[in-house]
């Protein structure tokens, strides 16, 4: 059988930033994380004796072939994908792993957090290994942060694996705990049809982001550890909000997400970003960057019957707009039908 994980990008409206450290285990830190329908998906099913270890990307077209996962090397070609591998299969041979996602690479969606969880889900699966939804979340970011030696938190994991909206808290020395907002129908529903989440076009690049940050926060005096406390407030604030159906409080904290986002480090902000909130300023009540920012998404809260005009403007400035709707489910696996031998030989014929 092939067994397939499906796991949520997400939005991070407040706090982004809060969950990295070092500030989250000086500090403690705060995030509201709204797990998205744009999905990554990873696929895992044992192949005939000799086939050798398969590992195929369909958005990048690029994949690699070995004898077993001991042969595997990190080199540039989807080393992403061969950690999870490597990780969770040292010892196996003779499988596939195929992966696909419905957001583009780098953009700020955690699209590269979605893509771990979906791995973590697929393999645990298929090692009958019983794991709860944190767990899946606190490995998949266990690989991405120590194996691949990638900068960040774990709020895209935590986004994920969970599913839904939801106050992930960072607690001062180490720990933290993901707890879902008791949001109303009526609260959802308002944030579902007047939202939209655009792709600016541009790419950033979270790693060197995450690095500028860290360079910042280590000055006498830093603005970057002031950003951060005003990111952490405006999170605590927000869950408040949501929780208590107030949507003019959420969009004071959207915006104050905004600007402390872009105080972080001059990094995260760009010339794109601002030219964007800028055109669509007069449309929407709160706006801010996905991510680490630098580029990719902005999410923005539009008044109500002028989604049309934002998405013009987007379309306009080079951008595309897609609509906002929660998962609520987080990460599923299920099992299908293996893939036919025409399909595995031409899989092997692109390897």
Not at 61 to 70: I, P
Not at 151 to 178: E, P, R, W
Request: hydrophobic share 35%; charged share 25%.
């Amino acid at each position: 059988m092939k067994i397939i994980a499906r796991a949520p990008c997400r939005v991070d409206p407040a706090g982004g930033g809060t969950d990295a450290p070092p500030y989250c285990v000086e500090y403690g830190g705060a995030v509201v994380n709204f797990s998205v329908s744009r999905h990554a998906f990873a696929s895992f099913e044992r192949l005939p004796k000799n086939s050798g270890v398969m590992i195929y990307s369909r958005d990048s077209k690029k994949g690699v072939r070995a004898a077993s996962v001991k042969e595997l090397k990190y080199d540039g070609q989807i080393d992403f994908l061969k950690a999870f591998v490597k990780r969770m299969l040292p010892d196996e041979k003779d499988f596939l792993v195929v992966t696909q996602s419905e957001v583009p690479e780098r953009t700020g969606l955690g699209g590269s957090g979605a893509m771990g969880v979906a791995m973590v889900g697929a393999i645990a699966r298929a090692l009958g290994r019983q794991m709860n939804k944190s767990q899946i979340a606190l490995l998949a970011n266990e690989i991405e942060r120590q194996d691949l030696g990638h900068g960040g938190g774990n709020q895209d994991s935590f986004g994920a694996a969970i599913g839904g909206i939801k106050l992930v808290t960072y607690h001062k020395g180490g720990g933290s705990d993901c707890r879902p907002l008791r949001v109303s129908r009526a609260t959802v529903g308002q944030l579902e049809r007047d939202s939209l989440m655009i792709y600016t076009g541009e790419v950033h690049l979270s790693g060197s982001i995450h690095a500028d940050i860290k360079k910042s926060y280590a000055l006498k005096n830093s603005p970057t550890i002031k950003a951060m406390n005003r990111l952490k407030s405006s999170a605590l604030k927000m869950a408040r909000a949501l929780e208590n159906g107030d949507l003019n409080a959420y969009d004071q904290c959207l915006n104050a997400a905004r600007q402390g986002h872009y105080d972080l480090h001059e990094s995260c902000d760009s010339s794109t970003l601002r030219n964007f909130f800028k055109k669509l300023t007069p449309h929407i009540r709160s706006g801010k960057t996905c991510g680490a920012g630098g580029g990719g998404f902005v999410f923005v809260h539009a008044k109500q019957s002028h989604q049309s005009e934002c998405i013009r403007i987007a379309e306009e400035l080079g951008g595309q707009a897609y609509s906002f709707k929660l998962d609520d489910l987080g990460v599923i696996v299920w099992e299908e039908a293996p893939s036919t031998a025409a399909e595995i030989k031409a899989i092997r014929a692109i390897l």
